[in-house]
């Protein structure tokens, strides 16, 4: 290993932060870790934007708005390895079950017709990120490098990719620790 | 006794006539990966997950007959890559959401996809819009998870004696329809003991209230490969 | 209804085999099948519900729903686009008042595309409740309209646009024939059976409908089949687009057809033949009834065949629209009245076809050759083509021509010949042999139709310079997506998902990678699909991808990557819903 630190960022789209609490159950080994990586932008750490250096992106939840393609591509421009890290990444997850009822149903049961809504409105700020039609993972909107199946990943997952990539090797996960659930 | 043999990745495999070649490589105990495929039933040959070259052909191992002379490759690179990829077209043309499926652990289109190294799904989605009937009061059909595999509709005919299942439609709109006037499948007359209701490979057809009976972690597939549990079941059911 | 099913179901025998049959009897009257029909229908014919569920899903002319009285379909093969398809069905949607692929509100009309209909040298071409249309020109599709509007029953429509011609351009040793009805027969009984396969297995006459295979070899088969029944089945489902030779043959030589197979039949042992005709030339279907009738009364049909002491019919069994029911096995399974899937193999039909039974299936035009051959013997025959392909092809010429229509060529002629006698100047290259086929450039055309070169079932459609290949590659690719028949798992999500990839290459949303994303498609599908359709629906790409590989790099965009699916589309109904259209409602497709 160099002893130029590696640049990681981190973030999650239409996800549910799982990803991220799983990654931190590296537990100790997050310390040692440290010793060889540089957290960019992430919600673990307060920087807003990537970057224009960073060696990998983690990114976990799949593109469900328009905010999630500009932070996608975001990512890709910045990082040299781009990982889509869980389920919902992979193949939209859970959100993507969404998917088989029109936009327009969702969100008049979300905000205008659903029981016990007040001020039925479907809100229309324009600070507001729009919706997608559909979700999609992240391979249907930038080029994707490696994926780290999992709902979420385990912990051990992200150690033997990181550790792989780390030490110059191709990473490869062995049987125990490909799981889609 | 005869002894005609086929070679199968350089091993010697003995069969006997009438043998495809899935029959004769899984009672020498050599896995090919399969879906459709069940030693229970007739062979339906529509996965192609099970493919093998023969003398240099491509050919389906569960429905090719074993004759002398063939020389066969089933573990090598380059098959399966394709079969990884075969196996990534079924997962985009359905909607496989395994952690919301009761199915993850025991299912075996994510075991073959463990097996053969999958981790994502390559191609695009279809997110095509697919029903659950959950009429039936013990028996539920997500529509979602199903592969064409014909296992229920053989499963029915062959074993149970009924006709509860049929794949309807053409290309890409295949979909699993149930024998009933209303067609759904509390009218039709599949009974929970019948053993189509429990011969489905995914989660498509699942038995009501004993999904998590057996904890996510403990399944089947968590730690054992699907390799080892298939021939340890149908070796078996093969020496009868 | 009921009466009328319970008629149309004692008529056909109750037999399930008829179901296709039967069904098209109550399309024709009720527009779909209803739903009681089915119910209705099932415990009579002895099968389950979904039997028939599932065929009415998988032929494109049975519906659930009901199309309109006149239900009007419109030939959207490559050929057809060459003439304006594209602009006269919108004109004719518009003329009409009915969206495409709907039914219009009163339910009178219904209209939509369908696959090449085989009229390719008289497009724009079409069917109306299953007859066909030619020559479609905005004048005459407002008279169509016309007659549409006034309810005009079918038969006082004008003959004119049912004229289907047959455009014989060239004919060479078999077109020039004009045989006596019953003369190969004779000749063959005379000659004695025996010696009349020689004379085949001599010619060396290979099947025509494509795959080649040695015509003497398959009647041997069957026949050393031990056996009580076996069946002769004429392949005339003429599917392939570009393909209408055996549309012509039917027309004109149908007793040497005929002929053939009864000799066939003779020559095997069989007793049953089936003629195999796609739904969509229901025009020839009572000319070719009258035929048979004829040649029944000839006692060239039926029982003690000339005093020979051999019985056999023909009967003549109609296709509900589906490219695959070519193929020999899924034709064998839709005359079963099932769905045409192909079958495992082997078996092959030669030891188990119909019903488990023998079968012989074979092209229009290999009954037609077998029947000249048993007339003139086989080395008349053979004098003619290559060493390997003996006789001479019948070629049914379209697209960039001055003269679309039948050709007759020995094997072994070069396609600058075929070019320069029908016409064909500045020419880009040529499919030969439909979209299943191979696209040959214009420095190639010192090549040979030949089995061992260009191998072709008949379909050969010149390409000008004003074309785009591309055009063809998209149109193909939605062909064999549609006509997929889901079976196996390659083809029904391979064939979806290259249709997806061809359009957003031809559209102009290809990147850096979707060409090796293409490619390796291409290879999955070909390499493990079940039957032959799904080995050849990549080919359109292939052969095309490998000639102008810079056609295809030219539609990207020099960037890594872009979505395979249309952003801001995806955001419209969003922005719909939230009244919004700022430039923040709006996504670009690929990265400014
Ligand atoms: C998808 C597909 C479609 C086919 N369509 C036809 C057809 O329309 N007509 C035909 O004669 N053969 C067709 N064939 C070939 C038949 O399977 C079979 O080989 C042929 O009918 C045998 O007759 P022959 O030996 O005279 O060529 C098709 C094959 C495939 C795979
Ligand atoms: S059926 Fe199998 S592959 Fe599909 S979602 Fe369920 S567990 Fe996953
Ligand atoms: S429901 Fe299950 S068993 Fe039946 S066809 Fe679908 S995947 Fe196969
Ligand atoms: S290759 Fe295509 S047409 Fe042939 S069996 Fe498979 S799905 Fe059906
Ligand atoms: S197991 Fe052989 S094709 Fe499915």
């Keep these: 290993m160099t002893n130029k630190k590696v640049k990681v960022a981190t973030v999650s789209l239409a996800g549910c932060f799982g990803c991220h609490m799983s990654f931190l159950d590296l537990d100790e080994r997050l310390v040692e870790l440290v010793e060889h990586v540089e957290f960019d932008r992430s919600p673990l750490t307060d920087i807003e934007h990537c970057s224009s250096d960073c060696d990998i992106g983690l990114i976990e939840g799949g593109v469900c708005n328009s905010e999630n393609v500009h932070v996608l591509r975001e990512f890709r421009k910045n990082c040299k390895i781009l990982v889509a890290v869980g389920a919902c990444a992979i193949n939209g997850g859970l959100p993507a079950m969404r998917n088989h009822i029109s936009l327009e149903d969702c969100l008049n ?73 | 006794m005869n002894n005609k043999s086929i070679v199968i990745d350089g091993k010697n495999v003995p069969f006997e006539d009438g043998q495809t070649i899935m029959q004769a490589a899984t009672a020498a105990g050599i896995y090919i990966p399969h879906l459709c495929h069940n030693p229970d039933f007739t062979p339906h040959g529509s996965c192609k997950l099970c493919t093998v070259k023969v003398n240099g052909r491509n050919c389906s191992a569960c429905t090719f007959p074993a004759s002398e002379g063939q020389n066969i490759t089933n573990v090598t690179k ?75 509709v053989r499963a029915s005919q062959q074993e149970d004696g009924k006709n509860v299942f049929a794949i309807s439609g053409r290309g890409i709109e295949k979909r699993l329809i149930v024998n009933s006037e209303s067609g759904l499948l509390k009218d039709s007359d599949l009974d929970v003991n019948d053993c189509a209701a429990h011969i489905c490979p995914t989660g498509a057809i699942l038995i009501k209230r004993t999904g998590y009976k057996v904890p996510i972690g403990q399944r089947i597939f968590d730690h054992a490969h699907i390799d080892t549990v298939t021939l340890a079941n149908e070796g078996a059911s093969h020496d009868e | 209804m009921q009466q009328f099913i319970r008629q149309l179901a004692q008529e056909n025998d109750f037999q399930s085999t008829c179901l296709l049959k039967i069904l098209r009897a109550i399309q024709a009257r009720y527009f779909h099948i209803p739903k009681a029909a089915i119910e209705q229908l099932a415990p009579i014919l002895n099968i389950p519900r979904t039997q028939i569920q599932n065929v009415i899903a998988f032929y494109s002319f049975f519906h659930f729903e009901p199309r309109g009285k006149y239900d009007i379909l419109i030939s959207s093969s490559i050929t057809d686009l060459m003439v304006g398809q594209k602009e006269l069905i919108a004109y004719f949607a518009e003329k009409l008042g009915v969206k ?125 089949e031990d056996a009580e029944q076996r069946y002769v089945i004429c392949n005339a489902d003429e599917g392939e687009p570009g393909t209408f030779k055996d549309r012509v043959l039917l027309n004109s030589y149908a007793h040497s057809v005929f002929e053939g197979m009864t000799v066939t039949a003779a020559f095997v042992g069989a007793t049953q033949g089936f003629i195999y005709l796609r739904g969509e030339y229901l025009h020839l279907y009572d000319k070719l009834e009258a035929i048979l009738e004829d040649r029944r009364k000839a006692n060239l049909l039926g029982k003690n065949i000339l005093q020979h002491g051999f019985d056999f019919d023909i009967e003549i069994c109609l296709g509900a629209g589906a490219y695959i029911c070519g193929e020999e096995s899924a034709l064998i399974e839709s005359l079963e009245g099932k769905v045409g899937i192909p079958r495992n193999r082997p078996p092959y039909p030669v030891t188990s076809g119909y019903l488990g039974k023998p079968t012989v299936v074979k092209n229009v035009e290999t009954y037609f050759a077998a029947a000249n051959i048993a007339i003139h013997g086989g080395e008349w025959f053979a004098a003619f083509g290559t060493a390997k392909s003996k006789g001479t092809k019948i070629l049914s010429i379209s697209g960039d021509c001055v003269k679309a229509g039948i050709y007759e060529y020995p094997f072994g002629t070069t396609i600058q010949t075929v070019l320069d006698d029908c016409g064909a100047t500045d020419v880009l290259g040529v499919q030969v042999g439909g979209p299943s086929g191979t696209f040959i450039a214009n420095n190639e055309f010192g090549r040979k139709l030949a089995f061992e070169d260009l191998a072709t079932g008949g379909s050969f459609i010149v390409f000008n310079n004003s074309r785009n290949i591309l055009d063809m590659v998209h149109n193909f690719s939605h062909f064999f997506a549609h006509e997929s028949c889901g079976f196996c798992t390659p083809c029904r999500v391979g064939t979806s998902l290259l249709k997806k990839q061809v359009d957003k290459i031809v559209e102009g949303h290809g990147s850096a990678g979707d060409i090796v994303a293409l490619e390796e498609l291409c290879q999955l599908i070909k390499n493990y699909s079940h039957c032959g359709l799904g080995q050849t629906a990549a080919n359109p790409v292939l052969t095309t991808l490998e000639r102008y590989p810079e056609l295809y790099q030219n539609m990207l965009k020099k960037i890594s990557y872009e979505p395979g699916f249309d952003l801001d589309k995806s955001l419209e109904t969003a922005r719909r819903l939230a009244n919004r259209d700022d430039a923040a409602a709006h996504l670009a497709q690929v990265e400014e």
């Design chain 2, 78 to 152: 380059e098959l399966n890559d394709d079969r990884e990829k075969i196996t990534q077209m079924l997962f985009v043309e359905g909607n496989h959401f395994c952690p919301s499926c009761e199915k993850t652990g025991n299912c075996n289109l994510q075991a073959v996809a463990y097996h053969l190294g999958m981790t994502d799904n390559h191609f695009p989605h279809f997110f095509e819009n697919r029903e659950v009937d959950a009429s039936h009061p013990d028996v539920m059909i997500d529509h979602n998870r199903c592969i064409f595999c014909t296992l229920c």
């Design chain 1, 109 to 181: 049961e979300a905000y205008r017709d659903g029981i016990g809504v007040e001020n039925a409105q479907i809100p229309n700020d324009v600070e507001l990120p729009l919706l997608l039609d559909k979700v999609h993972p992240l391979h249907e909107v930038v080029k994707i490098d490696y994926f780290l199946p999992g709902c979420p990943p385990s912990a051990d997952v992200f150690w033997k990719f990181l550790t792989d990539l780390l030490a110059g090797r191709e990473p490869s996960l062995n049987y125990e620790l490909v799981h889609f659930d």
């Design chain 3, 100 to 224: 495409i692929g709907e039914v219009r509100a009163d339910g009178v009309v219904s209209l939509n595309n369908t696959s090449c209909t085989g009229m390719c040298d008289q497009s724009l071409a079409g069917l109306v409740n299953g007859y066909a249309i030619t020559k479609l020109t905005k004048a005459r599709i407002d008279e169509i309209v016309e007659n549409v509007n006034k309810q005009l029953p079918l038969e006082q429509w004008s003959r004119d646009f049912f004229k289907v011609e047959d455009n014989i351009i060239k004919s060479g040793l078999l077109l020039n024939q004009k045989p006596i009805q019953g003369e190969a027969l004779k000749a063959a009984l005379e000659r004695g059976l025996k010696e009349t396969w020689e004379e085949i297995s001599v010619s060396g006459l290979r099947g025509r409908g494509g795959a080649g295979f040695e015509t003497a070899m398959k009647w041997h088969y069957a026949s050393e």
